[in-house]
DNA sequence: CGCCTACTTGACTTACTTCAAAAACAGTGG
DNA sequence: CCACTGTTTTTGAAGTAAGTCAAGTAGGCG
């Protein structure tokens, strides 16, 4: 399952009604694919895209620079997504996207992606679906990191990753693999390196979960979303009920 | 200026294009208009939309609801906002709108929405983009409650609201209307009452804005710029430089 | 005038940050 | 294979910013 056009048609059927014409308009989108390293830049804040990117395997995730140097990470994304979508209709991007761990990512001209919503309107319509789920994405971790306390906090990450990976088959029984560093925990959740590690052995005191070595381990799930005080409803996905 | 056609039609030109059909089209939408008390809910956590609110006048929040009881704002609309574009697509609205101050809004059916899209796509086009406009407002709200101390994170709300206000007209020279209570500042920026309270008073004594009894008022611009650390790029207009 | 709500202030407590250093681990080159 | 370097994770101790609690003031309205 490298290829990208599969990749974009299973995970908009995770939301939207294809029709095979529809299938047939992504299947003649022309895309290049590239390899990243860990930590490797592939779009940068200010940029004007003219690609859309689509995450094929791996996992990436999107980051504003901060003017004091710090980075802010506001959401990580997996094979399926398009973390750039978001760039369709605007200018210049206000944010930047980076591999975490190693990752493949399919680049499409947005002409292309234009031209293909002239002829599919509904094709259009289920794009601009998962520019919106993003942005669920989105005010849920306004929420999370301005409401919720450390522990919760972390927890409703580690849930929210997994549900998503869930949906799309991208995680292996109870484990999934999240290749992101304690200091880009940090980052995306707003806490201290420090605060970071000790809340983190917190939860994996509780028993519910463990995560190491870029691995999360779910070991019971009802306990991890009672911690983390999660809800999938914002995700708007149909089979939304893990384990 | 309350009618809501020209509210949305002056809205969407602040970005898009829009052809002369467009501008027909929009005119040729039904709505209905009511008017809201402050904290007056005008959509609901769990509805299931069937029209697309349009503030024609005054200030609108929209907030999650916690599962432990509190809310949390996750931004603010003003005259010719769509704040529930969002909702366009999605079935069950993943948070709740209310007036902030009183405030009056427009419904539009999304039959009527969905219609016009297909007889004119730019129009959707530009509905689409502002819909990833508040994408990039939540973006940044995620990086201003993790990543900022409190003075800057307050003054950054505060440069915000009068950034997005001024590309409308809707100041009045230095000030602006902001009929927000210093509780839900706390639910908007994530910090107690009390911390807003003095947080507040700071930025008073910088002598960069003043705000008080639901009013705003921008002294020294860029000075406030600087204590909120704010870049006004992520709004994407066009006319960004204030004062 | 009294009631209600919104704002203000002070004192106390705690959770988180900061700083600093150690331990674990991976990669590199002798 | 083992020292050497750099990175990530872990731990500890100290300082502080912000939360909590509680009381008081001010303004708006019947």
Redesign the interface.
């Given at each position: 399952m490298d290829n990208a056009h599969e990749v974009l048609i299973r995970s908009l059927k995770e939301h939207s009604r294809l029709a095979d014409e529809d299938v047939a308009e992504v299947c003649s989108l022309a895309w290049m694919a590239r390899n990243y390293e860990p930590n490797e830049d592939f779009i940068r804040q200010g940029d004007v895209p003219e690609f859309a990117a689509l995450v094929v395997s791996g996992m990436v995730g999107?980051y504003?620079l901060?003017?004091?140097g710090?980075r802010?990470f506001?959401s990580f994304h997996m094979s399926g997504d398009l973390p750039d979508a978001?760039g369709?209709?605007?200018?210049?991007m206000?944010?930047g996207l980076c591999a975490i761990g190693p990752a493949s990512v399919a680049f499409i001209p947005h002409k292309e992606i234009l031209k293909a919503?002239?002829r599919r309107?509904s094709l259009?319509?289920a794009i601009?679906?998962e520019?919106?789920?993003?942005?669920?994405i989105?005010?849920?971790?306004?929420?999370n990191?301005?409401?919720?306390p450390m522990r919760a906090r972390m927890a409703h990450l580690f849930c929210e990753l997994f549900c998503r990976a869930r949906v799309s088959g991208l995680n292996h029984g109870n484990t999934l693999q999240v290749p992101i560093s304690l200091v880009q925990l940090g980052e995306t959740?707003?806490m201290a390196i420090a605060t970071v590690n000790r809340t983190l052995q917190e939860l994996r005191a509780s028993g519910a979960m463990d995560f190491r070595d870029g691995e999360l381990t779910v070991l019971k799930w009802r306990e991890l979303q009672e911690l983390g005080?999660f809800?999938p409803?914002?995700l708007?996905t149909r089979k939304q009920t893990p384990p």
């Open positions: 999107r504003h901060l003017q004091t710090g802010q506001l978001q369709l209709f605007i200018e210049r206000d944010h919503f002239e309107p259009g319509i601009w679906r520019t919106l789920l993003d942005a669920a989105f005010r849920e971790a306004i929420t990191n301005s409401a919720r959740l707003g005080d809800n409803d914002y708007h």
